[in-house]
């Protein structure tokens, strides 16, 4: 069954360094989503993306956040300079359509930020 | 209270016994979804219900939908040990964004 895949699984980093957080979404998906959840919160939005540019972003996704998809296959969360409150399991996700249809989301990227 | 919030937040079951869990959301949606996510993992889609649709089956899944109520409810029956996983509803508008739940950590006693 297809996956999304998600690298690397783990990530320690030092406060205000930049990251970056790799996802290959399932090839012939067209919406790519970025989610992350706090340890022991709810699973937050954070980005969609589709058509090469944003279709919708939170209140979470400031300056210090951006995406990309540098190629066919990649879809990239870059966090400029990390906080202490960055540290959570960041996911992508993929769809093949907008609505009415399950998303596909990868296993994860813890990011601790220290 | 947030869009997609479950209950119960926890429940302790044995193994072959049902487990039900419900979801209640504020806003008009689109649709309902439920995943499941076992501990440190990413989440896995369970079902799709839409807005026009009252109940919907997947295997040993039911899934109801009262948009009156704008409640839901996600029923497993005879449940397994491997069932054992966190499991949250999601729903989306118009744009596809899903909103979480906070979650409903099921236990099943083999």
């Known amino acids: 069954e297809p996956e999304v895949t998600q690298t690397p699984s783990h990530q320690v980093t030092q406060m205000g360094q930049e990251v970056i957080l790799r996802c290959v979404p399932i090839s012939n998906h067209l919406y790519f989503y970025w989610y992350r959840q706090i340890l022991g919160q709810k699973v937050e939005f954070l980005v969609s993306?589709?058509?090469?540019?944003?279709?919708?972003k939170s209140e979470i996704f400031d300056d210090q956040f951006s995406v990309e998809r540098p190629d066919g296959s990649n879809f990239t969360l870059k966090i400029r300079s990390t906080k202490l409150e960055d540290s959570a399991m960041y996911f992508c996700?993929?769809?093949?359509?907008?609505?009415?249809?399950?998303?596909?989301f990868g296993s994860g990227t813890r990011l601790t930020v220290v | 209270s947030q869009q997609g919030e479950e209950d119960p937040q926890a429940l302790s079951i044995q193994e072959g016994e049902n487990a039900t869990m419900n979801c209640s959301y504020k806003t008009s949606i689109n649709n309902l979804q439920w995943y499941r996510q076992n501990s440190g993992r990413g989440l896995v889609h369970l079902i799709l219900i839409r807005s026009n649709e009252r109940e919907k089956h997947s295997g040993r899944l039911r899934v109801t939908l009262d948009t009156s109520k704008k409640s839901s409810s996600l029923l497993i029956t005879a449940s397994r040990a491997a069932d054992t996983a966190s499991y949250f509803c999601?729903?989306?508008?118009?744009?596809?964004?899903?909103?979480f739940g906070q979650g409903t950590i099921l236990t099943v006693h083999p």
């Open positions: 996700a993929s769809s093949e359509v907008q609505v009415n249809y399950g998303y596909t």
């Open positions: 993306f589709y058509n090469n540019e944003i279709s919708e």
């Open positions: 999601a729903t989306t508008t118009s744009y596809g964004k899903l909103t």
